[in-house]
């Protein structure tokens, strides 16, 4: 099991940048896949950008270009570097992490781009 916690979310004006941090309670250097969600009141949940073990990523088409997911297996933490963000980035982001023994989240953070 993992335990997933989420920060870094706010309120960002359109153009700004943010970055998501995922801390997790054990080592993620063997977690198969770990990717940031997110879901916008009233639309469901969304993969925004995975993470597999290695290098491989992967982004949603409206994220392409604007942000990037990385892992740091030293510090057991995930990454979501969010620049240019738009109105209709504004959701609660969602870490979460599969192994070949569960489907872990954390509670979220929220992000609201506004002027």
């Known amino acids: 099991q993992v335990q997933l916690v989420e920060s870094g979310g706010g309120l960002v004006q359109p153009g700004g940048s943010l970055r998501l941090s995922c801390a997790a309670s054990?080592?993620?250097?063997?977690?198969?896949?770990m990717g940031w969600y997110r879901q916008a009141p009233g639309k469901q949940r969304e993969l925004v950008a995975s993470?597999?073990?290695?290098?491989?990523?992967n982004y949603a088409d409206s994220v392409k270009g604007r942000f990037t997911i990385s892992r740091d297996n030293a510090k057991n933490t995930m990454y979501l570097q969010m620049n240019t963000l738009k109105p209709e980035d504004t959701a609660v982001y969602y870490c979460?992490?599969?192994?070949?023994?569960?489907?872990?989240w954390g509670q979220g953070t929220q992000v609201t781009v506004s002027s």
């Open positions: 993470a597999l073990i290695g290098t491989s990523t």
């Open positions: 054990r080592r993620i250097f063997s977690i198969n896949f």
């Open positions: 979460n992490a599969k192994d070949g023994r569960g489907d872990y």
